[in-house]
């Protein structure tokens, strides 16, 4: 399987869900308004789950899920699950922009508010409590 892949899961009445396997782990749509990346290099338990309309994230999860994401490999499990609210806002924006690019990301891209379908383009990153981040790339 390629590093952007899509993947649709569900068997007969049960759950569907759809997942992405991109750079540092996966991310898993398991409700139409709810999306779950999870860490390849710590295990089931080192997750991150975003919204896509209202909470902290504004609606636009993608940057944050997949700076995260990308970071994990440098981090202890404790260290990465803690990075969750330290993530840069121009680090966000870079991964956001980086994964508008990807076909294969397109509709998880669709569900973000502020991004526009006809130009590709996203809307920029709400800035967060804390805009730091734990690591320099």
Same mark, same amino acid.
């Given at each position: 399987? !390629?590093?952007?892949?899509? +993947?649709?899961?569900? +068997?007969?009445?049960?759950?569907?869900?759809?997942?992405?396997?991109?750079?540092?782990?996966?991310?898993?749509? %398991?409700?139409?308004? !709810?999306?779950?990346?999870?860490?390849?290099?710590?295990?089931?338990?080192?997750?991150?789950?975003?919204?896509?309309?209202?909470?902290?994230?504004?609606?636009?999860?993608?940057?944050?899920?997949?700076?995260?994401?990308?970071?994990?490999?440098?981090?202890?499990?404790?260290?990465?699950?803690?990075?969750?609210?330290?993530?840069?806002?121009?680090?966000? #924006?870079?991964? +956001?922009?980086?994964?508008?690019?990807?076909?294969?990301?397109?509709?998880?891209?669709?569900? %973000?508010?502020?991004?526009?379908?006809?130009?590709? #383009?996203?809307?920029? %990153?709400?800035?967060?409590? !804390?805009?730091?981040?734990?690591?320099?790339?």
């Amino acid at each position: 399987m !390629s590093p952007l892949t899509s +993947r649709r899961r569900g +068997r007969g009445t049960g759950p569907s869900f759809r997942r992405w396997k991109i750079k540092g782990g996966t991310l898993v749509l %398991e409700k139409p308004t !709810s999306l779950t990346a999870f860490c390849k290099h710590h295990g089931k338990d080192c997750k991150m789950n975003r919204s896509f309309r209202g909470g902290s994230c504004k609606g636009r999860p993608m940057g944050a899920l997949s700076r995260w994401l990308k970071i994990g490999k440098r981090l202890t499990q404790k260290q990465h699950k803690s990075a969750k609210l330290r993530l840069a806002k121009r680090k966000r #924006e870079n991964s +956001r922009i980086f994964g508008a690019s990807k076909p294969v990301l397109r509709d998880l891209f669709s569900k %973000e508010k502020g991004y526009n379908p006809d130009t590709g #383009e996203v809307a920029s %990153e709400p800035s967060i409590s !804390s805009d730091s981040d734990s690591s320099s790339s």
